[in-house]
């Protein structure tokens, strides 16, 4: 089993920036894949980043996805923010090496962590 705990939301001002940490804990293997998703109310969730450096469209330029294999925390650093940004993100495990944006493929997810962003 692993277990998945996000940190750093927040709100902030358009413009402004937050970083998101996801302590991984219990039997993870660090060859999967893992990934940030978000979810606005009454819209579907969607993959921001996963794996190495895959982005959708939409964050590109502004987020940036890393992962510390020695301390075992996935984070994404998240810069120029937008009003549109405005989501409950999570932080998923994959129990594959190969990375996939439907969030379908993603077994483990954390309780998610709010992020605000207000003009």
């Known amino acids: 089993q692993v277990q998945l705990v996000e940190s750093g939301g927040g709100s902030v001002q358009a413009g402004g920036s937050l970083r998101l940490s996801c302590v991984v804990s219990g039997s993870a293997d660090s060859r999967n894949c893992m990934g940030w998703f978000r979810q606005a109310p009454g819209k579907e969730r969607e993959a921001v980043a996963f794996?190495?450096?895959y982005y959708a469209e939409s964050v590109k330029g502004r987020f940036t996805i890393s992962r510390d294999n020695a301390q075992n925390i996935l984070y994404l650093q998240m810069n120029s923010l937008k009003p549109e940004d405005t989501a409950m993100y999570y932080c998923?495990?994959?129990?594959?090496?190969?990375?996939?944006?439907?969030?379908?493929?993603?077994?483990?997810w954390g309780q998610g962590t709010q992020v605000t962003v207000s003009l």
């Open positions: 998923a495990a994959s129990r594959n090496v190969f990375c996939y944006s439907d969030w379908h493929d993603y077994t483990y």
């Open positions: 794996g190495r450096d």
